[in-house]
Protein backbone atom coordinates (compact mmCIF):
# COMPACT_ATOMS: atom_id res chain seq x y z
CA UNK A 1 0.00 0.00 0.00
CA UNK A 2 0.98 3.27 -0.79
CA UNK A 3 1.69 5.37 2.35
CA UNK A 4 0.42 8.81 1.74
CA UNK A 5 1.82 12.30 3.17
CA UNK A 6 -1.43 12.84 5.91
CA UNK A 7 -1.17 15.89 7.08
CA UNK A 8 -0.22 18.14 4.13
CA UNK A 9 0.22 22.00 4.56
CA UNK A 10 2.59 24.10 7.14
CA UNK A 11 2.78 21.42 9.70
CA UNK A 12 6.37 21.88 9.90
CA UNK A 13 7.16 17.96 10.16
CA UNK A 14 10.12 16.63 9.53
CA UNK A 15 9.76 14.28 5.81
CA UNK A 16 11.66 11.04 7.76
CA UNK A 17 9.46 11.46 11.01
CA UNK A 18 7.29 8.30 12.19
CA UNK A 19 3.73 8.07 11.14
CA UNK A 20 2.99 8.45 15.37
CA UNK A 21 4.97 11.75 14.93
CA UNK A 22 3.07 13.64 12.77
CA UNK A 23 -0.42 12.25 14.73
CA UNK A 24 0.88 14.20 17.38
CA UNK A 25 1.25 17.18 15.76
CA UNK A 26 -0.76 20.05 16.55
CA UNK A 27 -3.34 20.70 14.29
CA UNK A 28 -3.09 24.88 15.71
CA UNK A 29 -0.09 25.44 13.54
CA UNK A 30 -1.65 24.10 10.50
CA UNK A 31 -3.40 26.52 8.05
CA UNK A 32 -5.08 23.12 6.67
CA UNK A 33 -5.82 19.74 7.65
CA UNK A 34 -5.97 16.80 5.13
CA UNK A 35 -6.86 13.04 6.39
CA UNK A 36 -7.03 10.05 4.49
CA UNK A 37 -10.16 8.15 5.64
CA UNK A 38 -10.70 4.33 4.20
CA UNK A 39 -14.14 3.14 3.78
CA UNK A 40 -15.24 -0.98 4.01
CA UNK A 41 -17.84 0.12 1.14
CA UNK A 42 -17.39 1.18 -1.75
CA UNK A 43 -17.96 4.99 -1.70
CA UNK A 44 -21.18 5.54 -4.50
CA UNK A 45 -22.90 2.78 -2.46
CA UNK A 46 -26.18 4.00 -1.63
CA UNK A 47 -26.57 4.77 1.91
CA UNK A 48 -23.55 3.31 3.36
CA UNK A 49 -21.45 4.51 0.76
CA UNK A 50 -22.22 8.21 0.67
CA UNK A 51 -22.48 8.12 4.22
CA UNK A 52 -18.64 8.11 4.43
CA UNK A 53 -18.61 11.09 1.72
CA UNK A 54 -21.44 13.08 3.11
CA UNK A 55 -19.16 13.00 6.39
CA UNK A 56 -16.29 14.41 4.74
CA UNK A 57 -18.32 17.36 2.75
CA UNK A 58 -19.65 18.47 6.25
CA UNK A 59 -16.79 18.39 7.86
CA UNK A 60 -14.57 20.79 4.87
CA UNK A 61 -17.98 22.48 5.17
CA UNK A 62 -18.47 23.33 8.53
CA UNK A 63 -14.78 23.75 8.74
CA UNK A 64 -14.16 26.41 5.97
CA UNK A 65 -12.23 24.17 4.32
CA UNK A 66 -9.52 24.30 7.04
CA UNK A 67 -10.36 20.42 7.53
CA UNK A 68 -10.30 18.35 4.25
CA UNK A 69 -11.10 14.49 4.68
CA UNK A 70 -9.98 12.25 1.36
CA UNK A 71 -12.28 9.77 1.09
CA UNK A 72 -11.43 6.18 -0.21
CA UNK A 73 -13.64 3.72 -1.03
CA UNK A 74 -13.28 0.00 -0.22
CA UNK A 75 -10.08 -1.85 -1.10
CA UNK A 76 -9.01 1.68 -2.46
CA UNK A 77 -6.71 2.16 0.49
CA UNK A 78 -6.76 -0.83 2.96
CA UNK A 79 -8.91 -3.92 2.79
CA UNK A 80 -12.43 -3.49 3.51
CA UNK A 81 -11.98 -5.44 6.77
CA UNK A 82 -8.77 -3.83 7.78
CA UNK A 83 -9.79 -0.12 8.30
CA UNK A 84 -9.97 -0.11 12.04
CA UNK A 85 -6.76 -1.70 12.46
CA UNK A 86 -5.09 1.16 9.57
CA UNK A 87 -6.45 3.91 12.37
CA UNK A 88 -5.33 2.27 15.02
CA UNK A 89 -1.52 1.42 13.62
CA UNK A 90 -1.66 4.72 12.89
CA UNK A 91 -1.70 4.30 9.44
CA UNK A 92 -4.01 6.39 8.48
CA UNK A 93 -5.87 8.92 10.77
CA UNK A 94 -10.00 8.21 10.54
CA UNK A 95 -11.66 5.42 8.86
CA UNK A 96 -15.58 4.50 8.11
CA UNK A 97 -17.20 1.71 8.36
CA UNK A 98 -19.60 -0.63 10.69
CA UNK A 99 -17.96 -1.83 14.07
CA UNK A 100 -18.51 -5.50 13.90
CA UNK A 101 -16.87 -5.85 10.73
CA UNK A 102 -13.34 -5.51 13.58
CA UNK A 103 -15.31 -8.02 15.59
CA UNK A 104 -12.10 -10.42 15.93
CA UNK A 105 -10.93 -7.18 18.07
CA UNK A 106 -13.48 -7.19 20.49
CA UNK A 107 -17.14 -9.24 20.62
CA UNK A 108 -18.43 -6.21 21.67
CA UNK A 109 -18.30 -4.54 18.66
CA UNK A 110 -21.61 -6.62 17.62
CA UNK A 111 -23.65 -4.57 19.96
CA UNK A 112 -22.57 -1.27 18.89
CA UNK A 113 -23.32 -2.17 15.33
CA UNK A 114 -26.54 -4.55 15.77
CA UNK A 115 -27.74 -7.85 17.13
CA UNK A 116 -30.80 -10.24 16.62
CA UNK A 117 -33.79 -9.23 18.42
CA UNK A 118 -31.64 -6.32 19.20
CA UNK A 119 -33.12 -2.51 19.18
CA UNK A 120 -34.08 -0.99 15.98
CA UNK A 121 -32.49 1.88 14.87
CA UNK A 122 -34.11 4.63 16.92
CA UNK A 123 -33.56 2.67 20.10
CA UNK A 124 -30.07 1.80 19.33
CA UNK A 125 -29.36 5.56 19.26
CA UNK A 126 -31.11 6.13 22.21
CA UNK A 127 -29.34 3.79 24.22
CA UNK A 128 -26.26 5.30 22.47
CA UNK A 129 -26.85 8.32 23.58
CA UNK A 130 -28.79 8.56 26.90
CA UNK A 131 -28.33 5.33 28.17
CA UNK A 132 -24.69 4.73 28.80
CA UNK A 133 -23.31 2.93 25.05
CA UNK A 134 -21.55 5.40 23.88
CA UNK A 135 -19.35 5.86 27.09
CA UNK A 136 -19.11 2.21 27.11
CA UNK A 137 -18.10 2.52 23.18
CA UNK A 138 -15.39 5.05 23.95
CA UNK A 139 -13.58 2.96 26.67
CA UNK A 140 -13.78 -0.15 25.19
CA UNK A 141 -11.87 1.37 21.88
CA UNK A 142 -9.80 3.70 23.81
CA UNK A 143 -8.13 0.22 24.48
CA UNK A 144 -7.38 0.43 20.59
CA UNK A 145 -6.30 3.76 20.31
CA UNK A 146 -9.41 4.90 18.74
CA UNK A 147 -12.52 7.32 18.84
CA UNK A 148 -15.59 6.12 17.64
CA UNK A 149 -18.39 7.98 16.21
CA UNK A 150 -21.80 6.88 15.59
CA UNK A 151 -22.68 7.87 12.14
CA UNK A 152 -26.25 6.76 10.80
CA UNK A 153 -28.24 3.48 10.59
CA UNK A 154 -30.01 1.21 7.80
CA UNK A 155 -32.84 1.18 9.61
CA UNK A 156 -34.53 -2.36 9.56
CA UNK A 157 -32.84 -4.98 6.96
CA UNK A 158 -34.04 -7.83 4.97
CA UNK A 159 -33.31 -11.43 6.36
CA UNK A 160 -32.21 -12.55 3.17
CA UNK A 161 -31.98 -12.96 -0.50
CA UNK A 162 -32.24 -17.42 -1.02
CA UNK A 163 -32.09 -19.44 -4.18
CA UNK A 164 -35.03 -21.19 -2.70
CA UNK A 165 -38.09 -20.95 -0.76
CA UNK A 166 -37.87 -21.61 3.28
CA UNK A 167 -40.73 -23.40 4.30
CA UNK A 168 -39.12 -25.80 7.23
CA UNK A 169 -35.66 -25.77 8.85
CA UNK A 170 -35.19 -28.19 6.88
CA UNK A 171 -34.69 -26.07 3.81
CA UNK A 172 -31.71 -24.28 5.63
CA UNK A 173 -29.39 -27.92 6.57
CA UNK A 174 -26.13 -27.26 4.55
CA UNK A 175 -27.46 -23.97 2.96
CA UNK A 176 -24.24 -21.41 1.81
CA UNK A 177 -25.16 -18.12 3.02
CA UNK A 178 -23.13 -14.84 3.21
CA UNK A 179 -24.34 -13.22 6.44
CA UNK A 180 -22.11 -10.88 9.05
CA UNK A 181 -22.33 -10.26 12.62
CA UNK A 182 -23.39 -12.77 15.55
CA UNK A 183 -26.71 -13.21 13.02
CA UNK A 184 -24.30 -15.51 11.14
CA UNK A 185 -23.38 -17.44 14.62
CA UNK A 186 -27.18 -17.85 15.50
CA UNK A 187 -27.43 -19.45 12.00
CA UNK A 188 -24.81 -21.49 12.56
CA UNK A 189 -27.02 -23.03 14.69
CA UNK A 190 -29.92 -23.73 12.73
CA UNK A 191 -27.27 -25.69 10.13
CA UNK A 192 -26.34 -22.88 7.76
CA UNK A 193 -22.53 -22.07 6.79
CA UNK A 194 -21.88 -18.42 7.44
CA UNK A 195 -19.76 -16.95 5.46
CA UNK A 196 -18.08 -13.26 5.49
CA UNK A 197 -17.15 -11.83 2.39
CA UNK A 198 -17.25 -8.21 1.67
CA UNK A 199 -20.04 -6.50 0.03
CA UNK A 200 -18.43 -6.23 -3.38
CA UNK A 201 -17.82 -9.81 -3.59
CA UNK A 202 -21.60 -10.87 -2.79
CA UNK A 203 -23.04 -10.46 -6.30
CA UNK A 204 -20.28 -12.88 -7.90
CA UNK A 205 -20.51 -15.53 -5.28
CA UNK A 206 -24.46 -15.76 -5.44
CA UNK A 207 -24.46 -16.00 -9.52
CA UNK A 208 -21.36 -18.71 -9.51
CA UNK A 209 -23.09 -20.75 -6.79
CA UNK A 210 -20.29 -19.85 -3.89
CA UNK A 211 -23.03 -19.47 -1.80
CA UNK A 212 -27.00 -20.29 -1.97
CA UNK A 213 -28.38 -17.25 0.05
CA UNK A 214 -27.04 -13.87 0.78
CA UNK A 215 -27.65 -11.30 3.49
CA UNK A 216 -26.60 -7.81 2.77
CA UNK A 217 -28.87 -4.37 3.54
CA UNK A 218 -32.09 -4.08 2.20
CA UNK A 219 -34.27 -3.10 -0.96
CA UNK A 220 -32.31 0.01 -1.44
CA UNK A 221 -28.82 -1.74 -1.60
CA UNK A 222 -29.53 -5.10 -2.60
CA UNK A 223 -31.30 -3.88 -5.74
CA UNK A 224 -27.84 -1.61 -6.68
CA UNK A 225 -25.68 -4.29 -5.90
CA UNK A 226 -27.67 -6.61 -8.66
CA UNK A 227 -29.09 -9.87 -6.67
CA UNK A 228 -32.77 -9.48 -7.46
CA UNK A 229 -30.78 -10.57 -10.87
CA UNK A 230 -29.75 -14.25 -9.19
CA UNK A 231 -33.24 -14.84 -7.69
CA UNK A 232 -37.06 -13.44 -6.85
CA UNK A 233 -37.18 -15.11 -3.45
CA UNK A 234 -36.29 -12.32 -0.69
CA UNK A 235 -37.38 -12.83 3.00
CA UNK A 236 -37.87 -10.45 5.68
CA UNK A 237 -36.97 -8.94 8.06
CA UNK A 238 -33.87 -9.70 9.16
CA UNK A 239 -34.19 -11.00 12.98
CA UNK A 240 -30.25 -11.90 12.48
CA UNK A 241 -29.66 -7.73 12.10
CA UNK A 242 -32.60 -5.51 12.97
CA UNK A 243 -30.38 -2.50 11.90
CA UNK A 244 -26.80 -2.16 11.16
CA UNK A 245 -24.63 1.25 12.53
CA UNK A 246 -22.32 2.55 11.20
CA UNK A 247 -19.22 4.59 12.67
CA UNK A 248 -16.74 6.66 11.56
CA UNK A 249 -13.49 5.92 14.12
CA UNK A 250 -10.56 8.17 14.56
CA UNK A 251 -7.14 7.54 15.74
CA UNK A 252 -6.92 8.94 19.63
CA UNK A 253 -3.58 10.40 18.67
CA UNK A 254 -4.75 12.37 15.98
CA UNK A 255 -8.02 13.08 17.52
CA UNK A 256 -5.82 14.83 20.30
CA UNK A 257 -3.89 16.91 18.05
CA UNK A 258 -7.24 19.01 16.71
CA UNK A 259 -8.37 22.60 18.57
CA UNK A 260 -11.38 21.93 20.26
CA UNK A 261 -13.72 23.01 17.37
CA UNK A 262 -12.68 20.77 14.55
CA UNK A 263 -13.44 17.41 17.51
CA UNK A 264 -16.66 19.62 17.56
CA UNK A 265 -17.26 19.49 13.93
CA UNK A 266 -15.99 15.89 13.72
CA UNK A 267 -18.85 14.97 16.42
CA UNK A 268 -21.25 17.28 14.47
CA UNK A 269 -20.98 15.66 11.36
CA UNK A 270 -21.53 12.40 11.84
CA UNK A 271 -24.41 13.08 13.95
CA UNK A 272 -26.03 14.77 10.78
CA UNK A 273 -25.01 12.04 8.59
CA UNK A 274 -26.69 9.91 11.23
CA UNK A 275 -29.67 11.47 10.40
CA UNK A 276 -29.82 11.95 7.03
CA UNK A 277 -28.43 8.54 6.30
CA UNK A 278 -31.58 6.66 8.03
CA UNK A 279 -34.06 8.87 6.51
CA UNK A 280 -32.06 8.03 3.23
CA UNK A 281 -32.74 4.33 3.92
CA UNK A 282 -36.16 4.83 4.20
CA UNK A 283 -37.25 7.36 1.97
CA UNK A 284 -35.41 5.55 -1.12
CA UNK A 285 -36.24 1.38 0.32
CA UNK A 286 -39.95 2.37 -0.51
CA UNK A 287 -39.36 3.22 -4.30
CA UNK A 288 -36.69 0.25 -4.42
CA UNK A 289 -39.13 -2.29 -3.08
CA UNK A 290 -41.85 -1.31 -5.66
CA UNK A 291 -39.37 -1.23 -8.67
CA UNK A 292 -38.63 -4.90 -7.08
CA UNK A 293 -42.00 -6.35 -6.99
CA UNK A 294 -42.59 -4.92 -10.33
CA UNK A 295 -39.47 -6.67 -11.41
CA UNK A 296 -40.75 -10.32 -9.94
CA UNK A 297 -39.50 -10.37 -6.60
CA UNK A 298 -41.64 -11.69 -3.69
CA UNK A 299 -40.67 -10.52 -0.39
CA UNK A 300 -41.69 -13.72 2.16
CA UNK A 301 -42.05 -14.17 5.46
CA UNK A 302 -39.93 -16.64 7.50
CA UNK A 303 -41.66 -19.82 8.95
CA UNK A 304 -42.89 -19.62 12.32
CA UNK A 305 -40.72 -22.39 13.17
CA UNK A 306 -37.66 -21.23 11.83
CA UNK A 307 -38.33 -17.33 13.86
CA UNK A 308 -38.69 -19.38 17.23
CA UNK A 309 -35.38 -21.30 16.45
CA UNK A 310 -33.80 -18.66 15.75
CA UNK A 311 -34.82 -17.18 19.03
CA UNK A 312 -33.67 -19.98 20.46
CA UNK A 313 -30.59 -19.92 18.70
CA UNK A 314 -29.83 -16.41 19.79
CA UNK A 315 -30.22 -16.92 23.33
CA UNK A 316 -27.33 -19.57 23.06
CA UNK A 317 -24.59 -17.37 21.18
CA UNK A 318 -25.45 -14.28 23.40
CA UNK A 319 -24.70 -15.99 26.47
CA UNK A 320 -21.61 -17.99 24.91
CA UNK A 321 -20.83 -14.32 24.32
CA UNK A 322 -21.46 -13.29 26.98
CA UNK A 323 -19.10 -15.85 29.14
CA UNK A 324 -16.38 -15.87 26.32
CA UNK A 325 -15.64 -12.11 26.61
CA UNK A 326 -15.39 -9.49 29.40
CA UNK A 327 -16.20 -6.69 27.06
CA UNK A 328 -19.22 -8.07 25.69
CA UNK A 329 -20.67 -8.93 29.29
CA UNK A 330 -20.22 -5.30 29.95
CA UNK A 331 -22.15 -4.16 27.12
CA UNK A 332 -25.12 -6.56 27.87
CA UNK A 333 -25.48 -5.55 31.40
CA UNK A 334 -26.30 -2.31 29.49
CA UNK A 335 -27.87 -3.27 26.79
CA UNK A 336 -30.31 -6.16 27.67
CA UNK A 337 -31.98 -4.18 30.15
CA UNK A 338 -33.08 -1.53 27.78
CA UNK A 339 -33.87 -3.84 25.17
CA UNK A 340 -36.23 -5.14 27.47
CA UNK A 341 -37.66 -2.14 28.61
CA UNK A 342 -38.53 -0.93 25.00
CA UNK A 343 -40.52 -3.78 24.23
CA UNK A 344 -43.79 -2.98 26.33
CA UNK A 345 -43.32 0.74 24.99
CA UNK A 346 -42.81 -0.31 21.50
CA UNK A 347 -45.34 -2.82 21.33
CA UNK A 348 -48.32 -0.62 22.91
CA UNK A 349 -47.29 2.77 20.80
CA UNK A 350 -45.41 1.76 18.00
CA UNK A 351 -46.93 -1.69 17.32
CA UNK A 352 -49.96 -0.95 17.40
CA UNK A 353 -49.91 2.00 15.46
CA UNK A 354 -48.45 0.24 12.63
CA UNK A 355 -50.94 -3.31 12.64
CA UNK A 356 -53.72 -0.31 12.34
CA UNK A 357 -51.88 1.84 9.92
Not at 151 to 158: E, V
Not at 286 to 305: C, H, I, K, R
Amino acid sequence: MKRRTFLKSGAGIAAGGAAAVGLAAPALAQERIEWDMPSSFPKAAPGVGTNSTRFAELVESLSAGRMVINVYGAGELVPPFAVEDAVQAGNVQIGHGTPYYAASKTASAHWFTGVPFGLTANEHFAWLKWGGGQEIWDEIYAERNLKPFYSGNSGTQAGGWFKSRIESLDDLQGLNMRIAGLGGEMMRKLGVNAILMPATEIFQSLQSGAIDAAEWVGPLLDQAFGLQRITNFCYTPAYAEPGAALQVVVNTDAYAGLPDDLKAILEAAAMQCSMETLGQFDYMNVGAMTSLQEGGVEFLEFPEDVVAAMKTAWEEVKEEQRAASADAARVLDSYEPFREGTIGYSNAFVGRYLAAR
